[in-house]
Nanobody
Framework: QVQLVESGGGLVQPGGSLRLSCAASGFTFSMYTMSWHRQAPGKERELVAAIASTGGSTNYADSVKGRFTIFRDNAKNTVYLQMNSLKPEDTAVYYC?????????WGQGTQVTVSS
């Protein structure tokens, strides 16, 4: 059974940093692309960043390029999102995702609030 469990969200001031973690189980983690998405109130869920199975390839939404870094530890079955220089517009629920056997799986989400 696929499980994704996010952690690391919280309240942070503008300009601050957070690191999100997503612990995965139920599939061979090292073989799959993983991604982070976010959904702000009243908005659609959007892709934030994705990372290939080996970690050798990443891509980012334009809005986070240069501020966020996605990386993974295949030995720990965990994908991370390092978020620096946070802005109020980064406030959202952040989810990790895998597309596995023709099905989308999502974690429960972790709230990130950027506010002074």
């Amino acid at each position: 059974q696929v499980q994704l469990v996010e952690s690391g969200g919280g309240l942070v001031q503008p300009g601050g940093s957070l690191r999100l973690s997503c612990a995965a189980s139920g599939f061979t983690f090292s073989m799959y692309t993983m991604s982070w998405h976010r959904q702000a109130p009243g908005k659609e869920r959007e892709l934030v960043a994705a990372i290939a199975s080996t970690g050798g390839s990443t891509n980012y939404a334009d809005s986070v390029k240069g501020r966020f870094t996605i990386f993974r530890d295949n030995a720990k079955n965990t994908v991370y999102l390092q978020m620096n220089s946070l802005k109020p517009e980064d406030t959202a629920v952040y989810y990790c995702r895998i597309y596995y056997k023709w099905t989308d799986y999502w974690g429960q989400g972790t709230q990130v609030t950027v506010s002074s």
